[in-house]
């Protein structure tokens, strides 16, 4: 049995130009111990996806799902307070944004110890030793010192390991990490990411990673999610995706790489990703894709081998 | 901690300069003089007038007088009242108990409608429930003091017997003071049903003076939570899978309060204004209603004095709120 299974998970956002459709009927499997990685453009919906999961979404959120299971119990049909067992505890998430993420107000070892007692009972001092284990853990020197700094007084990287550490403190069975390096420097990037994997191994959680790094995509994860304007375009296991991209979106984003750049410029897309109100008939794709045709901008496609598209990329050594 | 302490309180060296020379030129800016006041209808010969004036020092130039009040300031003495012939401090911190009573009841009950009031609207933000308690504190806000507390006196003495109509405690009492504040004293002393009765008499008062605080500090309290509960963090705390209670209680409200403390400071202020009006409507012997009565007649040393002490409660009020906005903020000790 896989550890999440999603089937059809689609988020509207009620605004005053009426329903946005940020998500679109997205399927997402994944079994115990694996790294998935879900990439595409700002505003495809990745983050809302995870959000929806975590039912972390504001109350204008509108969440749909033929399927939602997370270890065999179903979150859609369970009440608030059961779902609040399961987060925090069982499935994490770690965000964006380190420095804002953390709450000014409190230190650091109280908003660790917090969730221990929050998940476990008991009070906040009795989980002090297991608070120190983990900014250990997450590689802050000095922990036992650190317990009572607070976020302003720590630099981004830091802020994302105890970020880090309050998401792992209960051992969760996934950890989605929302863009976990996005806001950090390049080089404290590296290090998160390797801590991120290392503690991934150490503890054989599922690991959901949304980037826009398709360097991280390929040294880390297993399998590849490429979602576009909502819709999940294709899925497949990195290597083939890598050498084989058979969405034309995905060829499009690997080609945009900078070591795949021919002369002094990067292969752009042309276009950008298609908001509320000039979404296209036809493919969501179409108006920024080199392969269309005629039949892409009439009919929406139906996904097929996890691929959504009308003319998929011929597989290597095949005819198209 | 210590620091921020003493830059705050070096602050206040210029304020309390400000102050005395605010207090020192507004009542002698008023037309008429103590001696005239004094007089009454029968009038006083030109001589005799300044005779007297000078007996009190009036006639010196404006800056000796100030010098020489300043000077005796800084040792202590605020002088003594031309009316009663008593020093103005003993008459002050005589009253001043009466009028602290109110306004921490006042305050109180702000705080303690004001926040859960303004943390109700932010959540149920767009609201009937939103809409409802913004309107009142508009209406709380816009209303005039003599006439809100009017209108209270109609409604809960007159109609429905409810309190009593001024005053602080029933003649029938017979409690001797002993801090000054009422409630403590009738707890102190055997008088059965004392206590009781001195919480009817604070009721209305502390209604009436706490009611435009009230509707500021649920305002405030509204806007500070609408920004902090979308804030980043806030998303954390639910991520942790904590109750709805907790993130909002623990996790938001603190970070709003960081800027609701310094609105609760700030209206200290208003309530002593306040407390002038609320004190004459209920008869209540505090300093409001003794300042009134030291302009009306000229008693120059009374009014600088009461100013002073009264910009001294607002000045420490403050200290303490920035204190409390330390402990608070750990970006501002740490």
Redesign the interface.
């Known amino acids: 049995m896989a550890l999440l299974d999603i089937c059809n998970l689609s988020v509207e956002f009620a605004t005053a130009h009426g329903a946005l459709k940020a998500v679109d009927g997205v399927d997402l499997k994944l079994d115990e111990g694996e790294i998935v990685a879900i990439v595409g453009e700002s505003g495809s919906g990745k983050s809302v996806a995870m959000l929806a999961l975590?039912g972390?979404l504001p109350w204008t959120a509108k969440v749909t799902a033929d399927r939602m299971l997370f270890d065999g119990q179903d979150l859609l049909t369970m009440s608030a307070k059961q779902r609040?067992?399961?987060?925090?505890?069982d499935i994490?998430?770690i965000?964006q944004?380190p420095m804002?993420?953390?709450?000014?107000?409190?230190?650091v070892g109280h908003q660790i110890s917090?969730?221990l007692a929050?998940?476990f009972g008991g009070s906040r001092r009795s989980h002090k030793a297991r608070t120190i284990e983990l900014l250990q853990q997450v590689g802050i020197p000095a922990a036992e010192t650190r317990l009572k700094a607070?976020p302003?007084?720590l630099s981004g990287g830091m802020c994302q390991r105890v970020?880090i550490a309050?998401?792992i403190a209960c051992q969760p069975k996934l950890l989605i990490a929302d863009e976990p390096t996005t806001a950090l420097d390049v080089t404290i990037q590296a290090q998160i990411l390797e801590l991120l994997v290392e503690l991934q191994q150490a503890n054989g959680m599922a690991l959901v990673l949304i980037t826009h790094d398709m360097a991280v995509v390929a040294e880390t994860a297993d399998r590849v999610v490429v979602q576009y304007a909502g819709q999940q375009v294709e899925q497949r296991a990195v290597k083939d995706l890598f050498e084989n991209p058979r969405h034309p979106y995905t060829q499009a984003l690997l080609r945009a790489l900078p070591e795949h750049s021919q002369g002094e410029l990067l292969n752009a897309i042309p276009g950008v990703v298609p908001g509320q109100l000039d979404r296209p008939v036809g493919c969501l794709f179409n108006p920024r894709c080199e392969h269309v045709q005629e039949h892409c901008r009439q009919t929406p496609p139906t996904r097929n081998e996890d691929i959504l598209c009308h003319y998929p990329l011929p597989l290597a050594g095949q005819k198209p | 901690m210590f620091k921020f302490l003493f830059k705050r309180l070096l602050v206040l060296v210029p304020v309390f300069f400000g102050v005395t020379l605010v207090a020192f030129g507004f009542i002698r800016a008023l037309p008429g003089d103590p001696v005239e006041v004094l007089a009454g209808e029968r009038g006083v010969t030109p001589e005799r007038h300044a005779e007297l004036m000078a007996q009190l020092g009036f006639d010196k130039p404006m800056w000796q007088q100030y010098l020489s009040y300043v000077g005796d300031v800084l040792q202590g003495d605020l002088g003594t009242s031309l009316i009663t012939n008593r020093p103005v401090v003993e008459e002050f911190f005589e009253l001043f108990p009466a009028t602290a009573e109110l306004g921490l009841c006042a305050i109180l009950f702000a705080i303690l409608l004001g926040i859960p009031a303004g943390i109700i609207a932010a959540v149920k933000r767009g609201s009937f429930v939103d809409q409802g308690i913004m309107s009142l504190s508009l209406v709380g806000y816009s209303m005039p003091i003599f006439w809100w507390g009017l209108l209270l006196i109609i409604l809960f003495s007159n109609t429905l017997n409810l309190t009593p109509v001024s005053g602080r405690l029933s003649f029938l009492f017979d409690v001797e003071p002993v801090t000054g504040f009422m409630l403590v004293d009738t707890l102190l002393s055997d008088e059965e049903g004392s206590f009781w009765n001195a919480l009817h008499h604070l009721v209305l008062p502390s209604v009436v003076l706490g009611t435009i605080p009230l509707a500021v500090i649920a305002r405030q309290t509204r806007s500070a939570m609408l920004e902090v509960l979308s804030e980043d963090y806030v998303r954390t705390a639910k991520a942790k899978g904590l109750s709805p209670v907790r993130v909002i209680a623990v996790h938001a409200l603190r970070n709003a309060m960081i800027t609701v403390i310094t609105v609760i400071g700030l209206q200290v202020a208003v309530l002593l204004a306040g407390a002038i009006l609320t004190e004459t409507i209920f008869g209540w012997p505090g300093i409001g209603k003794w300042i009134i009565f030291s302009v009306f007649s000229r008693d120059y040393f009374a009014v600088q004095g009461g100013l002073l002490l009264i910009a001294v409660s607002v000045m420490a009020v403050n200290l303490i709120v920035d204190l409390l906005y330390g402990l608070i903020n750990p970006r501002i000790l740490h």
């Open positions: 975590m972390l609040r067992k399961i987060i925090g505890k994490s998430m965000f944004e804002t993420s953390l709450n000014p107000c409190f230190s917090e969730v929050q998940h607070y302003h007084q970020m309050m998401m």
